[in-house]
């Protein structure tokens, strides 16, 4: 196999935007308490697991599985309380759902618009499609909203798609209700209500999704504690749903996440309960850190915590955690505004003890 001559075929193919980019990582946590990734700790009980197993038994895999995912969408009709008038469209994790998205409402020289420090798929989807992405800075005191900066930046970039996570990731911070309406109703193009983290806050507008024209609520069931199903949901007007239908690939929730997803939201309560711990246990950890001196946590509504570490060591802090067993993430580098950041998932309270002892240890 000729090296060279492969490099040059990547050279001239590839898109020069694609060969800039970096490939997602996602860092091996083997033996390590999993604080980097915002995922529920708790695994299911185990009677719920042997009922889920015994239904488990009766799929059939050699047969495609529902292309419309009738069975579960219903149930997270219901289950999420989206208005009857809305429609839902299904995707594999809301990665896929922004892809759909871009797909249908990008073209040359659209361009999607968000803030950050944001969700970093808004961006790289845009690249990926061809789309131009315009990133609003966050205030740097507290990563609220420059409303001025980007009210400008929505006048003049007249985006197709501008998309606000609520809470924000990686900050945790919720935006004020009335500057998202402001939002809504400054923009031309859609407006993507990201409510990933919707199981740890009470705020949410999927009530609001029938009352504006270019309004879509987007969720997922990953933070609720089926992150290993993949599946995101995206609610609308059935005239938008049906226009971003057009770019789903056929058959993309698989018969085992369909009929696991169903199955889990017919016992919602546990979710719940589980939700809901993690809530308790979000405020007992950041007490407990703003009792550190040298750290800074901000507030969260979301199942994680920002946390600034002393000015320089935020990468040391990292690998010292690790090397003691405990894997965060190092948001250091990645944004200017997330200068000595390290982003904590809320964990079981054995395993935010595990982290406060270690972090006690490097500090």
């Known amino acids: 196999m000729d090296k060279q001559q492969i490099d040059t075929l990547v050279e001239r193919w590839v898109r020069p935007e694609i060969q800039e980019l970096s490939a997602y990582h996602v860092p091996d946590a083997s033996g390590l308490i999993k604080l980097d990734a915002m995922e529920n700790p708790y695994t299911w009980p185990e009677d719920l697991r042997r009922e889920w197993l015994d239904l488990l038994q009766t799929v059939d895999v050699n047969r495609y599985p529902d292309p419309q995912a009738a069975a579960v969408t219903a149930r997270l009709h219901q289950a999420m309380g989206v208005p009857a008038e809305s429609r839902l469209l299904l995707g594999n994790g809301s990665d896929e759902l922004i892809q759909m998205l871009a797909m249908t409402l990008g073209g040359p020289g ?5 803030v950050e420090p944001g969700f970093v798929m808004y961006s790289m989807i845009a690249r990926f499609v061809g789309m131009e992405y315009v990133g609003v800075p966050l205030r740097p005191d507290d990563f609220s ?17 501008l998309f606000l996570a609520y809470p924000n990731n990686p900050s945790g911070n919720l935006f004020p209700e009335q500057e998202l309406l402001q939002i809504i109703e400054a923009a031309p193009g859609v407006v993507v209500i990201d409510e990933a983290y919707a199981p740890f806050t009470d705020a949410s507008f999927m009530s609001r999704v029938d009352g504006f024209p270019n309004l879509l609520v987007m969720r997922t069931v990953s ?9 995101g949901l995206l609610a609308g007007a059935p005239e938008w749903i049906g226009q971003i239908d057009k770019t789903r690939l056929p058959y993309n929730i698989n018969v085992l996440t369909q009929v696991s997803a169903e199955f889990a939201l017919r016992h919602q309560g546990v979710f719940d309960a589980q939700t809901g711990d993690i809530r308790r246990q979000r405020s007992v950890l950041f007490d407990a850190l703003q009792a550190v001196d040298g750290v800074t946590p901000f507030p969260s509504d979301a199942n994680f915590i920002l946390v600034r570490m002393p000015q320089g060591r935020a990468q040391e802090i990292h690998a010292a955690l690790r090397e003691r067993g405990v894997l965060v993430k190092c948001l250091h580098g990645a944004h200017p505004l997330l200068r000595d950041c390290l982003r904590i998932t809320v964990g079981t309270p054995e395993e935010n003890g595990s982290f406060m002892e270690a972090l006690a240890e490097v500090l």
């Open 110 to 114: 659209r361009t999607i618009l968000s």
């Open 223 to 231: 933070k609720m504690g089926l992150a290993g199903l993949r599946l």
């Open 145 to 161: 909203l420059d409303m001025p900066a980007l009210l400008q930046a929505i006048d003049q970039h007249q985006p197709a798609l």
